[in-house]
């Protein structure tokens, strides 16, 4: 029987896009103030770049675009402890609001922890969690595909691994520690996402397959 549904927050419980978009803005906004170019058009060049060449080193090309003087870590920081501009997909937030008497909930993200704990006060889950772990504030060595924030979460509620499920869309890193600790494990695969067209050995790959958050309460209830 299930007791403690954990889930992850980037593209499971959001479209991890808006953080990124609502980042773009806060970006372009200042550079717009400050050099008088058009703010839409500062925005469409690094959805632009995203697309093409992806993340890295977008804010460096638009700075050699422009010639702007700018320190890039600054760009970064603004970016990443934006006031992001996002909510929860509304399957999670109907899960949620349906698990939150059923089961223990808990979150375990990886991210850099600022970034993190502001998304998680934007998209106000806190009321719903039972324990977050982010795994930064742990330090690098707790980021997944580790097995230890898992061992914290199961050690603070006193369940066993078989009484847990893990719901992550990452299957480089999100499966690999259930599988090594005996947790059960659900991979969301949306239509918009980094990771749905990844195919993965059989051995990183998540017990159960889902395209909505809606699908767990049947697969839950059939965990014996
Ligand atoms: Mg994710």
Not at 68 to 92: C, F, G, H, T
């Amino acid at each position: 029987m299930i007791r403690l549904v954990i889930f992850d927050l980037d593209d499971t419980l959001y479209n991890e896009r808006d953080f990124v978009y609502s980042g773009f803005m806060e970006v372009a906004t200042y550079l717009s103030n400050k050099y008088g170019i058009s703010k839409n058009i500062l925005f469409d060049d690094m959805v632009n770049i995203l697309n093409s060449r992806g993340r890295g080193k977008i804010f460096d090309q638009i700075c050699e675009k422009y010639h702007l003087k700018e320190k890039i870590e600054y760009l970064v920081e603004l970016y990443r402890y934006n006031n992001p501009n996002i909510s929860l997909y509304e399957d999670a937030y109907k899960v949620l609001e349906i698990f939150k008497t059923k089961y223990k909930l808990g979150l375990i993200t990886d991210g850099y922890k600022g970034a993190q704990w502001n998304k998680i006060r934007a998209l106000n889950i806190e009321k719903y969690m039972d324990k977050i772990i982010v795994t930064d504030d742990y330090g690098k060595d707790y980021w997944k595909p580790s097995v230890k924030p898992f061992q914290i979460m199961l050690d603070y509620f006193d369940v066993k691994a078989k009484e847990t499920v893990y719901i992550g869309d990452n299957p480089n890193k999100d499966f690999i520690p259930c599988k090594k600790s005996g947790i059960n494990s659900v991979r969301i695969i949306r239509s918009i996402g980094d990771y749905m067209g990844i195919v993965v050995d059989e051995k990183y790959e998540a017990d159960y397959r889902i395209k909505s958050l809606l699908e767990l309460e049947k697969i839950l209830e059939e965990i014996q």
